[in-house]
Each structure stands twice: as C-alpha cells, then as structure tokens.
C-alpha cells in the first residue's frame, strides 16, 4: 500500500468502505499472528519527568501534580500479580525520571528475571545510550518509544528539547535500541495539533520502514494543564474547544488538514498498520479504551490489534498518573478488570496468549536477511 491510498483510506467516511477495511484488518492479523491476544502487565513505575512535551499531564511544569515513584519491592509486588494473573510481559513505564537510577533499574530487571519468566519491557523516555545498554545487559527485552510524529518541525514544537541539550531525536533512538538487542516499540497519537492526513500517512509507511516489532496508537486526549489545553473528553462540542485552544497555540493549519483525535480514525490507523506491518504486536491502548468506556478495546482487537496491557500499577499511583484525564482503568479493579478482559477475549473467540508473546518473525523475513 502506497503513502497516497493509508492517506485515501484515513480520508474515508463511507461506512460499507470502512467495513471492507475492519474486514481486511482482521483476516490479516488472523493469518499472520493467529486468534492468540497477549496479555502485558502495566505498571506505572515513576511519575516524575524532566521534559516538557506539550501534551502530556506528567509534564515537568504541571506543579498540580504530585508525584511518585514507586520502590522496588511495590515494582515486584506487581510483576508477581503479572505472574498470577498468567500474563507473558510486565511493562514498566514511567516519566523521564533520573532520580530512579540506572543501577536501580538494572538491579530491579535483574530480580525481576531471576523470580520470574516474564519478559520485561520498559518505556522510559530518552535514556542514554549507557543506562539503555546497562538495563539490556540486566536482561530487558523490549523497549516501547514513541516517535509522536514523523513531521519534524511539529515534532519540534510539540517535544522541546530539554533546557540546554540537542534537539530530540527519538528515530535515531529507536536505531540504537534495535543495536542493542531490544525488541522496538514506537507508534503516534492520532490527532494531535497540527497533525494532518499526509503526515499522519507518512507516519504509518515509517512503522513499516522501522520494521517495528510493536506500534501503538491511540487517540490524543486533551488535558487542561497542557499548552495544548481543553476539556478532557473527546466527544461533541468539547472537542472543538479542545481544538481551537490548541490551535491558538498552535497557529497555522486550515481546520480541513487537521486529523480529528477521533475513536474512528484511531481504528483506521490500527486496521492500516496491521495491513502495513502484518507481523506486529499491536495493542488495543488505554486511550482508546478511554474514549469509548463500553466496546473499545474489543473494537480495536477486531480492527487489528492482538494485544491488552491490562494496569497493574496500584491504585494511588495509578490516578497520580495522569498523562491525560479520565484513564479508563481506574474505573475498576485490578481483579474486576481482569475477568472483564478474559470475558471480552472469549467473546470475540479469541485465547489468551501463551508464552512472552515476542513478534515473530516469518521464515522468509529470516530468509531474505541471509
Ligand atoms: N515518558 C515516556 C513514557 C510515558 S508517555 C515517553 O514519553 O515515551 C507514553 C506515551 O503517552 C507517549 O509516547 C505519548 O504518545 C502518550 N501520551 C502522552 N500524553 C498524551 C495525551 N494527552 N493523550 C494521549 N496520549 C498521550
Ligand atoms: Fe514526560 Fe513522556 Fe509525558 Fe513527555 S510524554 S512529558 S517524556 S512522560
């Protein structure tokens, strides 16, 4: 698929159109990595960060927040509740956040490893290179890092570089994390200021050229103590609010380029990555499952994706990590949440996931290689 149709088909409205694509996402991501959806623990291991991206709540200038950073017997506690619950993968995500130390996380991954089978992924930020070799060397395997927006200028605005440093460059990042043995993650939001259709095509024929291991995607969700500002849900008139603060910030873009931070274009962007990247692990997010409370995790793994990062972070932690408002998971308990995923699997005629869950790759992948 060329750039030009991921841009016609983000562009589609008609319903019976759009149904041939949910139809096709899914016959690709049946035959390339089957009925199985991988379940990865999620815990939200610190809240403190020294960057200042425009969109996000954890940002280093929203003084509202207080902040946290869990110990490692809490971070353990969790995986062990991973474990219970048969999952494959606990993720540690936090903010950029140098106060939890390199040695510290490699001494965590390590005890992490030596307790139990699962595989560890972290989504940390932009470490340096050193702390990124040292937590791969204590035996992490993957690495999720978002590149935001293949459009550089944007990128520039929405993800400032830190006071006194180079500019941000998380593409070449990702380079160094595939060097150095992880398996990579990256992915966009959808509808972020100043996004527009041909960048947001151009973002995903770049999941494929990356050759990811996984892409997420989930929709932007506007939070008030953000430049880009506005009300928390994404629905009807608050929306537009939402849009035109940012758009004060954000000057310059004719309201027809802007891609809406909808739940629908949010399932475009994953049915069309399955089909770009056919071999990818591709969660149903959180943010999606944020819009639309009642059917949209479901919707996404119908549309695409084959994998759920159910929240293990406890509870007070967990609404202190406010990235943007309304999280669904806080809705619920851990346990409750649990048994209302497997019941969705089973409604779809989908298994759990057996195993770590690691991309595979086809034989002629290999073959082509060598
Ligand atoms: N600090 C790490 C990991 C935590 S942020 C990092 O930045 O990589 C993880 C992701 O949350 C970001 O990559 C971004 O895509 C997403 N995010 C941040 N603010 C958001 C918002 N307001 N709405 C939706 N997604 C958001
Ligand atoms: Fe920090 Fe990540 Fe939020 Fe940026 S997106 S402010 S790096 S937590």
Known sequence: MTTVEIEA?????????????????????REHVGDEVHLRGLVEISNYCVRSCAYCGLRAGNR???????????????????????????????????????????DLIRRIKAET?????????????????????????????????????????LHPPRPGQARSDRLALLDRLRELGYEVGSGVMIGIPGQTYASLA????????????????????AH????????????????RVATEQARAWLPGLPQWEQVPNTEEMTYKV???????????????????????????RELALARGANVVMPNLTPPRYQALYEIYPGKACLAETAEAGHRRLLEQ?????????KGSGSRRKRASVFLRDT
């Open 202 to 221: 151009r973002d995903v024929a770049l999941f494929r050229e990356l050759d990811l291991d996984m892409v997420g995607v989930g929709p932007w969700i």
């Open 117 to 157: 089978t699962l595989a560890v992924t972290l989504s940390l930020g932009e470490r340096p290179e050193a702390d990124l070799a040292a937590w791969r060397e204590a035996g992490a395997d993957r690495y999720l890092l978002r590149f935001e927006t293949s459009d550089r200028a944007l990128y520039d605005r």
């Open 270 to 296: 994953i049915a069309l990555t399955r089909i770009v990247c056919p071999e990818a692990n591709i969660p149903s997010t959180t943010a999606l499952a944020t819009v639309n409370q009642a059917s949209g």
């Open 9 to 29: 088909w983000l562009r589609e409205d008609d319903p019976v159109r759009l149904e041939e694509l949910w139809a096709w996402a899914d016959r690709v991501r």
């Open 345 to 353: 699997i089973r409604r779809l005629g989908r298994t759990v996931g």
């Open 224 to 239: 008030p103590q953000t430049p880009l500002g506005g009300k928390s849900r994404v629905t009807g008139r608050e929306s």
């Open 64 to 106: 509202r927040l207080t902040r946290y950073r869990m110990t490692a017997e809490e971070v353990l506690a969790c995986a062990r509740q991973a474990v219970a619950y048969g999952y494959g993968t606990v993720v540690l995500q936090s903010g950029e956040d140098y106060g939890m130390t390199r040695d510290w996380l490699a």
